[in-house]
């Protein structure tokens, strides 16, 4: 049989393409914060391997991985925010917060992790293949330094459990679904202010109720 044909590749990606997020909301209902001024991403898989030769392996050894353990760690640089300068990421924040002497499910987070090849202008270039949702245990450790060092910290995140594959983010959206309403009832001559929650509605450009067209802002896709 002849050798395989090789075919040259193309350039490579760089590592800033990962684009991690946290959820405040519910799992059903998500809400997703971006955790930005990442300097260095590492996500890491741990297998456990067991050796299952028996005597019919003819002295062979018989790996298998019988588990495995899954993490992310990434340095944050401790910015402010561009429009508020008594404030910091509200991403960092919130990673911070869960693994500030917490314990338990308060220091249990639900993240979600992808690629994003973009170009200098914040256009795809390249493939948005992976992308993953896991739940993880929170480390927030602030790295010091010397009097004109930068200020930055360590996030370490434990997998809980298997991490699921996802479709992407920039998928294509699906279609326009309410979950929830809330109020679920109102009089007849309307001006109840209602929350409505799903998924999907990034970009919406009118709410009916019946025939009638509402007011209305979108405070995020769900």
Same mark, same amino acid.
């Given at each position: 049989? /002849? =050798? ?6 193309? /350039?490579?990606? #760089? ?14 209902? /998500? ?27 003819? *002295? ?8 495995y ?16 300068p ?11 917060? =869960? ?31 992976e992308? %993953? ?8 450790? %602030? ?5 004109d060092a ?8 434990? *997998? ?7 479709? %992407? ?6 279609v ?23 998924d999907?509605?990034?970009g ?13 802002? #979108?405070?995020?896709d769900?």
């Amino acid at each position: 049989m /002849p =050798a395989t044909a090789r075919v040259p590749l193309g /350039p490579a990606t #760089v590592n800033r393409k990962w684009w991690i997020d946290l959820n405040s909301g519910t799992y059903e209902i /998500p809400v997703w914060t971006p955790v930005n001024g990442i300097t260095d991403f590492t996500p890491g898989y741990e297998p456990s391997l067991q050796d299952d030769s028996d005597f019919d392996s003819l *002295g062979a050894g018989s790996d298998v991985v019988t588990a495995y353990k899954w993490s992310i760690e990434l340095t944050v640089a401790r910015k402010v925010k561009a429009d508020d300068p008594e404030a910091y990421d509200p991403g960092q924040e919130a990673l911070r917060t =869960a693994a500030s002497k917490k314990t338990g499910l308060a220091n249990v987070v639900d993240i979600r992790w992808y690629e994003m090849n973009l170009d200098d202008n914040g256009e795809v270039i390249g493939p948005l293949t992976e992308a %993953h949702r896991g739940f993880a245990a929170a480390q927030f450790a %602030h790295e010091g330094g010397a009097y004109d060092a930068l200020s930055t910290a360590t996030i370490t995140l434990s *997998g809980r459990g298997a991490y699921e594959d996802i479709e %992407h983010p920039e998928a294509t959206p699906a279609v326009p679904q309410v979950l929830a309403l809330s109020p679920a009832t109102g009089p007849d001559s309307g001006g109840t202010l209602v929350l409505i929650s799903g998924d999907g509605f990034s970009g919406a450009v009118k709410v009916l109720f019946g025939a009638e067209k509402a007011e209305f802002a #979108v405070l995020n896709d769900n």
